[in-house]
């Protein structure tokens, strides 16, 4: 197993380096001069030439690409110009408040979508299954924004129940009930939509499985229905669920991005979104590499995972 | 006489690739190098068990597998590309899962029109009346032609497959396992038929089976594979009737046969050679009850017992009617 | 195309949806013509005037324009983007994933590489990057949400056309002389072209979605262009004065995805062959007993016994009579063989027994299975559950199949006998590795710890053998045990259930093809056809004289090891399609002795001794040693 995790690892080092080449390359799509975009149109162009050669825009684009790596690699992800302040600082700051609100939001549709996967596949065609499917259906098709602005408008401006917006209260504690409460309404209506996919994928997968063969066997050997369905079918099912889980946590972080312009929360989405309106490419740049790179290793846990709920994968 | 098809030294070896660091490990032995020739005219049967390579060497004889050592001639001419076009003039291939051999999203009109225009380059015209030839020599009804394959059963489906094999003008046709996705009612018909077509066609068959009395049915000559290798090659009345090899002889008595005491003709509970790993002498010599400290160290060659055109791989061969 | 049709009108839901969105689609068509308020025409004044207010169907926004106006123009502009991006991403994805399936080896490595690094960003940044590099815009965002959906497109496709790449057809169409591009566009692309289609489809949603999304952050459509996302996304700083302006695009937004989802879901049932032959569907824990059902009298002794016991299948509006009024039964000790070719209803009678026939689309229409003069059918589940396997328990055929491949050997073992029992850890334990034993697995202490995947084809019969042994029953049914094995396997099966039955007194039911098997193992042999029994005897006299021209014709048509080459006794047609069975006799058509009458009435199964036929003119015992 250890063998495996390393293996995995080691891997992921063609994978990042990729990650990088494909943002740097994006990135150098951006036409114009950044140092013009820095300064602003009216510099004198001794200026723009003095920046150009600070940030080493004068080198030829491929060693531009390993100064700005070899940077990273140390740590150092640049400076944002509309912060005035190290990309890496405000990345991490803002990375935290992303981690909370995404990963309740990951580990809620996990579970939700699931269970109602199972219970729709378990009971097909019943009131459950027919239920579960339309509630299913409406949690895909609303999107994310609509839904949080709508539950501000119920919760927080009609029912009056919960905070609006933001992470913490501008006074006051700063405890977990607070936070929970500031959680609540954005890690829902984030969550619903990856709940969705993955209970529709569930309610598949697991009527593949229960009519194969060794479910038959299962019942021939006198298991009851509830082991039947819990312990041989949703086991089997599992190994193409945790696969879309890994896939659906990227989306849960994509969704993070609207939920958190939303519902004001200081996260790396809003962060992004407002650092390319103002053009504060290096932020973009090392927002992006950042996240990435945290999906790549939070894959590898899903592989280490799935490898050790099926024997059948070699290790 | 000349042989139709002549094979030499043929040999597959999969290769085993290293993960992103490893080092290359060695490749998987299908079939080792196997010398063989099949007269014109006759039917040679190849049998064996699964995993015994039978299926790797059928695919290598229509190149759809390239060899990994060793020349195919057929009537004397060597066929040294890899092309399976080049391969479908001269040689053919009946696929086992009939159905699966049709494209689900053709009419028979299209699949049976493929080698007539794409191999003889034939046109509108010629092709209709070639295919009804070919339709009536098989017994199949002409309204076939406008179906799709799912409208057919098995029995069917593999007529046309033979239908298809015959539009080729290939003289010789591989069968692999034919009929063993049909019932024995349907089989015979099959058997028949190809029986037919061979005596009025002038065709030569390879005929490749897991069923001992299918094999011996319809062959004139038996080779028995065993891991990759022909282990006995003879005249199919004597190959089961009078085994040399003792893997033969088990095949033979571990046959379900109407009033034969049930024995399992192995005392032992035993299983193949691991593939990766292979025996250093002969593959059997795990499970064989004559083997001596020689069939362990050296692998013996086919020509160890000769008596006429019967052969075995064999150190210890059986004695006529042991 | 027309059936393609009538199945997506079927669906109701699908319906619907397909109804709402050609709405929709025709409104958006006809937003030009239609008699609405120039869209971007600000009057400050009238700002945030409420619907039905006068000024204007649904109101107006903060800069006074026409909600409604701008509404549909909004939603024209947000339908043409969402169709653009999926066409696109579809088409390069599949291209790239057809080509990188079908060529395999180097290139599809390369290729996929390339996607798994797009795929290792989630899916936004990627978006967010292209959008930072090419600047806001609606035709940008448009760009960013195809590209990263196209890695999606390309994986799926990939997968699917791996795998037909490999089936026989296209080996076979390389031997007509095709070349690969024209076995690309000729075999792969049209069994490609619906995947695509439900990929498509069900993805469109989501595309409009993500255009929208883009929008709303500021990122997608510029002012005073509008699609329905950027009209959200003005709208929100005024969502707690004015609710109207975000409700009214949000709800358009809502009602558009969720038809064309209803309708891609329809799209998908559709296309995919597996739901129009039920296979998709869950099999209930016993199979339904219809509520008509005549349970029948016990028509001979014996442990297990089935009397007059009808199993059909009801799919759509088709009745297929898959077991059509069976009696058999068998006493302890006793080896029963049923005979038949696929399609002749021997499994079924098999897993009838125990209501392991799959339901839906099974159902046991009429008689009874008894057990120790316990009737079965229709009995409570509970009831049931606790026969299976202690009573009575199953072999089935594919043992790969039928171990559960992420449990040890040992843990499926144990839970077989924890299923009736109580049983501790270490007591199982050792049970199983007993089990093991029974069934001659050599080295069985550490085997007990095998997957089954690390086991070769007999060894994991063996292990279904242990499996059906481990609670003792009386009745073992083993339903085509050794069809997929080796014959040199086979032959230690056999012996190995032989030994059983003589050690423990076991009862079994072996369902074959095979009259060799039969012909070894079994004491009596019941030959079924069309769902009948046609013939039933002891082995012996069944094998040496058959009765009925069927049973004569089937073995004739088996060629016997040991006799040369020869040409064989084929039957000619083929077995009748149990949904419309003649009357009179099934075998009619296909035998060369049939008269007027057969084709009349209800043949019974007649005889004495033992020995029965279903044929009024039976092979007598002069012809059958001709």
């Known amino acids: 197993m250890a063998g495996y995790i390393l293996k995995r690892l080691l891997s992921a080092i063609p994978v990042l380096f990729g990650i990088s080449v494909i943002v740097f390359l994006i990135m150098a799509l951006i036409p114009g001069d950044p140092a013009t975009a820095i300064l602003g149109s009216f510099a004198t162009p001794e200026n723009v030439e003095r920046l150009n050669a600070d940030l080493g825009l004068d080198k030829p684009k491929w060693q531009q690409f390993f100064i700005w790596l070899g940077n990273m690699l140390q740590g150092d992800f640049g400076r944002s110009f509309a912060l005035n302040r190290p990309v890496l600082d405000e990345v991490l700051e803002r990375f935290g408040a992303t981690l909370v609100l995404a990963g309740t939001s990951f580990v809620l549709c996990s579970i939700l979508g699931i269970i109602a996967g199972v219970i729709s596949a378990a009971n097909q065609y019943g009131w459950a299954d027919k239920g579960i499917t339309f509630v299913v259906l409406l949690g895909i098709s609303i999107p994310s924004f609509f839904l949080g602005m709508m539950m501000i408008l119920i919760f927080a401006v009609q029912l009056r129940v919960l905070p609006a917006s933001g992470m913490w209260p501008i006074y006051g504690d700063h405890n977990l009930w607070v936070l929970l409460r500031h959680l609540a309404m954005p890690a829902l209506a984030l969550s619903v939509v990856a709940t969705g996919v993955i209970a529709r994928l569930a309610r598949s997968a697991m009527l593949e499985v229960l009519r194969q063969d060794f479910i038959r066997t299962a019942r021939a050997k006198g298991v009851h229905e509830r082991g039947v369905v819990w312990r041989h079918a949703l086991r089997a099912a599992m190994v193409s669920i945790i696969p879309v889980l890994g896939i659906q946590a990227g989306f849960v972080l994509s969704g993070a991005v609207y939920i958190e312009v939303v519902f004001q929360w200081p996260g790396i989405g809003r962060m992004l979104v407002d650092a390319i309106l103002r053009r504060d490419i290096l932020l973009v740049q090392g927002g992006v590499v950042f996240v990435a790179a945290c999906y790549v290793l939070f894959n590898i846990v899903v592989d280490v995972a799935q490898s050790m709920l099926d024997p059948r994968i070699k290790t | 006489m000349t042989a139709a098809l002549r094979v030499t030294d043929l040999s597959k070896t999969f290769e085993m690739k290293g993960g992103l660091f490893g080092k290359d490990k060695p490749g998987v032995r299908a079939v080792h190098p196997l010398t063989l020739e099949i007269q014109e005219g006759e039917t040679l049967g190849i049998v064996g068990e699964s995993g015994c390579g039978k299926s790797t060497l059928a695919r290598m004889l229509v190149g759809l597998l390239p060899p990994s050592t060793g020349t195919i001639e057929i009537d004397g001419a060597a066929l040294d590309n890899a092309d399976p076009a080049v391969f479908g003039k001269r040689i053919q291939y009946v696929f086992q899962d009939p159905i699966s051999s049709l494209n689900p999203r053709k009419t028979i009109r299209q699949i049976m029109e493929a080698p007539l225009k794409l191999l003889h380059g034939m046109d509108q015209k010629q092709r209709a009346e070639r295919i009804a030839e070919i339709f009536a020599t098989v017994s199949l009804r002409e309204e076939f032609l406008e179906r799709y394959p799912h409208e057919f059963s098995g029995g069917q489906a593999q007529r046309i497959g033979i239908a298809r094999a015959l539009a080729a003008e290939a003289r010789i046709l591989i069968l692999d396992e034919p009929v063993s996705a049909l019932d024995v009612s349907v089989q015979a018909q099959v058997l028949n038929l190809l029986a037919d077509l061979k005596a009025r066609l002038g065709l030569t068959y390879l005929f490749i089976s897991h069923d001992l009395a299918v094999v011996e049915a319809v062959s004139d000559r038996i080779a028995v594979l065993y891991f990759g290798a022909v282990v006995e090659l003879g005249r199919a009345e004597d190959v089961f009737r009078a085994p040399r090899h003792p893997y033969t002889k088990l095949l033979a008595d571990s046959a379900p046969v109407v009033g034969r005491d049930l024995t399992a003709p192995e005392g032992r509970e035993t299983e193949l050679p691991d593939p990766l790993n292979p025996p250093p002498g002969c593959a059997f010599a795990a499970r064989c009850p004559r083997a001596q400290a020689r069939c362990r160290e050296e692998v013996p060659g086919l020509g160890e017992f000769a008596d006429g055109g019967h052969m075995a791989a064999c150190f210890f061969p059986l004695e006529e009617g042991a | ?626």
């Not at chain 3, 090419?134 to 994986?155: E, H, K, S, T, Y």
């Not at chain 3, 059509?324 to 080896?335: I, M, Q, R, S, T």
């Open chain 3, 1 to 626: 195309m027309s059936a393609f049709l009538k199945l997506l009108a079927r669906n109701r839901l699908a319906l619907g949806g397909l109804i709402v969105m050609g709405i929709v689609v025709l409104l958006a068509i006809l937003t030009p013509v239609l008699p609405l308020a120039d869209p971007d025409v600000t009057n400050t004044a009238d700002r945030f005037q409420p619907p039905f207010s006068g000024a204007g169907l649904l109101g107006t926004d903060h800069l006074g324009r026409d909600l409604l106006s701008r509404l549909m123009w909004g939603t024209r502009l947000s339908l043409a983007v969402g169709f653009a991006a999926a066409l696109l991403a579809a088409t390069i994805g599949a291209a790239i994933g057809i080509v990188a399936g079908f060529y395999g080896g180097r290139t599809d490595n390369i290729i996929m590489r390339g996607v798994d690094m797009l795929m290792a960003f989630p899916y936004i940044l990627l978006a967010l990057a292209i959008v930072a590099a090419l600047g806001p815009g609606l035709m940008n965002a448009l760009i960013a949400v195809a590209a990263v959906n196209i890695p999606f497109f390309a994986r799926n496709i990939r997968g699917i056309t791996v795998g037909i790449a490999h089936k026989e057809f296209v080996d076979a169409a390389k031997l007509s002389g095709m070349s690969n591009a024209r076995i690309i566009l000729t075999e792969i692309l049209p069994n490609v072209i619906p995947v695509i289609v439900i990929a498509m489809s069900t993805t469109i949603g989501w595309m409009i979605l993500e255009t929208a999304g883009l929008s709303f952050l500021g990122l997608g459509s510029q002012p005073p262009q509008a699609d329905l996302g950027s009209m959200l996304g003005e709208a929100r700083s005024a969502l707690i004065s004015n609710p109207h302006t975000s409700v009214v695009p949000g709800l358009m937004i809502l009602v558009i995805v969720m038809a064309i989802n209803l309708l891609g879901d329809g799209v998908r049932d559709a296309l995919d062959p597996r739901l129009k032959s039920g296979a998709l569907n869950r099999p209930l824990p016993a199979t339904l007993v219809a509520k008509d059902r005549k349970p029948a009298p016990e028509h001979a002794p014996g442990i297990l016994t089935m009397s007059g016991l009808e199993t059909q299948f009801h799919v759509k509006d088709r009745v297929y009579r898959a077991v059509g009024g069976v009696d058999l039964a068998v006493k302890p000790g006793e080896a029963l063989g049923i005979i038949g070719e696929s399609g002749s209803g021997k499994s079924v009678t098999a897993l009838s027994v125990m209501g392991l026939v799959a339901s839906p689309p099974g159902l046991i229409t009429n008689g009874s299975v008894r057990y120790e003069g316990t009737d079965l059918v229709g009995a409570p589940y509970e009831t049931l559950r606790s026969m299976r396997g202690r009573a009575v328990a199953y072999i089935f055929q594919d043992p790969l199949a039928t171990l559960h491949p992420l449990y040890k050997v040992g843990d499926q073992l144990i839970e077989a006998i924890a299923a009736h029992r109580r049983i501790g850890r270490d007591e199982g334990r050792k049970k199983a590795v007993e089990l093991l034993e029974a069934v001659r697995i050599p080295n069985a202490k550490s085997r007990v710890d095998n997957y089954p995947h690390e086991m070769s084809g007999g060894m994991r019969q063996r292990v279904g053998i242990a499996m059906a042994l481990a609670n003792d029953p009386e009745v073992i049914i083993a339903d085509e045990p050794t069809t997929a094995l080796d014959v040199t396997v086979q032959a230690q099966i056999l012996s190995l259930l032989d030994d059983l039955r003589r050690d423990r007194g076991l009862a079994i039911i072996f369902i074959t093809h095979d009259f060799g098997v039969v012909g070894q193992l079994c004491d009596r042999v019941a030959v079924m056809y069309a769902g009948r029994i046609v013939e039933e005897g002891p082995t012996r006299a069944v094998l040496d004289a058959p009765q009925h021209p069927y049973t004569a014709r089937l073995i004739a048509c088996v060629p016997e090891l040991g006799q040369g080459k020869r040409r064989l006794e084929a039957i000619p047609g083929l077995p009748p399609v149990v949904d419309k069975l003649p009357e009179g006799c099934a075998f009619a058509d296909r035998c060369d002795r049939v008269h007027a009458d057969c084709r009349r009435g209800h043949i019974p199964l007649d005889g004495s001794g033992g020995r029965k036929v279903r044929c009024l003119y039976p092979v007598n015992l002069r012809e059958a040693a001709e």
